[in-house]
């Protein structure tokens, strides 16, 4: 370990300091115009030396910066403290902490591992199966595990978004994901913030791509159970460390999904633990904290009590990072979680608690207020063959329909979803599905024809709410067979039951 150059400003934090290490802080600060600061880490003393720091970059206030340059001017002001700060660094002794090693540390990669990649590297590419490997995702990361090294997870983005390889590309990005890792050590290091896990990994070659092999922590990926333990207690402390490093690192990419709770246990007692699982995206505090650009969440998004908001706040302002529509965010945010109190009460009522796959069933078709002998016409792909195998084809054919059908047909595509959704998600992610009115196969040809029928051409939006399929899905919210209609894009409709 090396040693502290002398212009180098170190700071103790927030804990208690003697005397000598606040004059010592104070004639540094006085002397940093920007560029890396050290950092003191609690407990980490090194033999013949009074701390262990971690160097990470610092940026002083403008104001702060130009007062200083200007009373460099007077000369004695500078002359006394350069003096002060020499005697006061002749009796501190501090040593440097590698972040890069710490982020390393305990990753080994063994030459057998890395031919078995090269080995896999065209299925790895293609995201193709093999019994040796697990998938975890494949859209702009490759994410796998090899069942013969099952301690470590591989990551390995592709180049364009999920399209194509590129040898440069893929390198560039997997160079500046570990980057973010190891901006993500210091920044933890340095700002004592102890709940947050960065998994230590580190980077290798195989087949002239750049993987990065990671710590495989136990936590579970699906976003919506992540949604549903961010509402355990014990994670105030945890918002505002998270709110400290947002604003440090520009992390924006705040999804449950990106920080899963690593201390899931309900009865776990103390302040819990999150695994910053992925960092490739640091762009801006600003959406990190806040939400915004690419339908991120964000930190504010994510937490599950006015009073964890509050906090995150508070601790967003104190680093700059401030937001002229916090008080609408918020606000939003208040609204979700105060639905999700109400969706656990519907659950409460429907016995949806001990079943989570609980059907929906409506015994009379008429309670829930619609015209059942309405009529429509249906259209229907019919298979046409012709004389030979090449003559084959789909003709069209019209069926007449009753709303009542239609109804039957839309509880049933309902309930086959329910049957469908992940085991591994929350109770609210289990219930929560897609109905596809845009898809092309055949066995949910149906609920394009039902979004199709009572509505013709581009109308106004209150002749849209005619469309069949909406008006069923009002009504069985209405009635309550279902908690809400979420939300609907052009190709379906987000049904929370």
């Not at 006085?30 to 003191?40: D, Q």
């Not at 210091?186 to 002239?208: D, I, M, R, S, T």
């Not at 806040?290 to 339908?295: A, K, Q």
């Not at 009115?437 to 066995?443: A, K, Y």
Request: charged share 25%; glycine share 8%; with cysteine.
């Amino acid at each position: 370990m090396s040693k502290v150059e002398f212009f180098t400003a170190v700071s103790f934090g927030d804990k208690p300091k003697a005397c000598t290490q606040s004059l010592l802080e104070t004639v540094d600060s006085y002397f940093c115009l920007g560029g890396k600061k050290a950092y003191v880490i609690l407990g980490q003393a090194q033999q013949g030396s009074e701390g262990t720091i971690i160097l990470t970059k610092d940026s002083p206030a403008f104001l702060i910066t130009a007062l200083k340059v200007i009373s460099y001017l007077t000369v004695a002001i500078p002359v006394v403290l350069l003096i002060a700060k020499a005697i006061l660094r002749s009796i501190h002794t501090f040593h440097i902490v590698d972040a890069k090693q710490k982020l390393e540390e305990g990753i080994d990669i063994p030459q057998a591992t890395i031919e078995k990649i090269q080995a896999l590297m065209l299925k790895i590419q293609r995201h193709q199966d093999d019994a040796e490997i697990t998938w975890y995702a494949s859209s702009n990361n490759l994410v796998f595990r090899l069942d013969s090294v099952p301690d470590l997870i591989f990551k390995m983005p592709l180049s364009t978004g999920g399209v194509s390889f590129n040898q440069k590309k893929s390198k560039e990005r997997s160079e500046k994901r570990f980057a973010n890792m190891v901006k993500a050590t210091e920044v933890c290091l340095a700002h004592q913030l102890g709940l947050l896990v960065v998994p230590h990994a580190k980077k290798f070659n195989a087949a002239g791509m750049t993987l990065i092999a990671e710590e495989r922590i136990d936590v579970n990926p699906n976003e919506s159970a992540q949604e549903h333990l961010y509402q355990l207690s014990g994670l105030n402390e945890t918002a505002r460390q998270l709110a400290t490093f947002i604003a440090k690192t520009g992390f924006s990419d705040v999804e449950w999904r990106n920080m899963p709770l690593v201390d899931t246990a309900s009865e776990f007692q103390g302040n819990r633990r999150v695994a910053l699982v992925d960092l490739e995206e640091m762009r801006e505090a600003k959406t990190g904290i806040f939400g915004g650009g690419l339908g991120r969440r964000g930190l504010i998004g994510c937490l599950a009590s006015e009073e964890q908001i509050d906090i995150a706040i508070t601790e967003a302002r104190r680093h700059g990072v401030v937001h002229q529509d916090v008080a609408q965010i918020k606000a939003r945010r208040i609204e979700e979680i105060q639905s999700d109190q109400q969706l656990q009460q519907f659950y409460m009522r429907k016995g949806i608690l001990e079943n989570a796959r609980k059907s929906i069933q409506v015994d009379d078709l008429s309670s829930l207020g619609l015209n059942l002998e309405e009529q429509g016409i249906m259209r229907g792909r019919r298979l046409r063959t012709g004389t030979g195998d090449d003559d084959m084809d789909f003709e069209w054919e019209r069926t007449p329909v009753t709303m009542g059908k239609a109804i039957t047909d839309v509880i049933a595509a309902i309930n086959t979803g329910l049957r469908e959704t992940p085991e591994n998600a929350s109770l609210k992610g289990k219930r929560y599905i897609r109905l596809d009115h845009d898809s092309q196969e055949e066995e949910n040809f149906f609920l394009k024809e039902y979004h199709r029928l009572g509505c013709k051409g581009f109308v106004s939006d209150e002749e849209l709410n005619q469309r069949w399929l909406k008006r069923i899905i009002d009504a069985l919210v209405a009635k309550g067979h279902l908690f809400k209609l979420d939300k609907q894009d052009p190709y379906g409709y987000f049904v929370q039951a």
